[in-house]
Nanobody
Framework: QVRLVESGGGLVQPGGSLRLSCAVS????????MGWYRQAPGKQREWVAT??????DYADSVKGRFTISRDNAKNTVYLQMTSLKPEDTAVYYC???????WGQGTQVTVSS
């Protein structure tokens, strides 16, 4: 059974940084395309970033500020977030595209 567990969320001031982690178990992680999504209160879940075995892609709203990466030895995908803005406040979810598996989410709040 595939399981995704996010961590690393929290409260940060505008302009600050956070790194989210998503630990994956029960799948062939190395071959899995992974993504990060977020859902703000009252809004639909939106795509943030994707990483495959050889490429990355980002939503325009986070391009240049967020970096997605993976450590295949640890079966973990990361989202490094910098220059955070209040509008980045949301629950962040990781997703394994093959199998459409989701984690439980981690809250990120950007506020002074």
């Amino acid at each position: 059974q595939v399981r995704l567990v996010e961590s690393g969320g929290g409260l940060v001031q505008p302009g600050g940084s956070l790194r989210l982690s998503c630990a994956v178990s029960g799948s062939i992680f190395t071959l899995s395309a992974m993504g990060w999504y977020r859902q703000a209160p009252g809004k639909q879940r939106e795509w943030v970033a994707t990483i495959t075995s050889d490429s990355t892609d980002y939503a325009d709203s986070v391009k240049g500020r967020f970096t997605i990466s993976r450590d295949n030895a640890k079966n973990t995908v990361y989202l490094q977030m910098t220059s955070l803005k209040p509008e980045d406040t949301a629950v962040y979810y990781c997703k394994r595209f093959l199998g459409n598996n989701w984690g439980q989410g981690t809250q990120v709040t950007v506020s002074s």
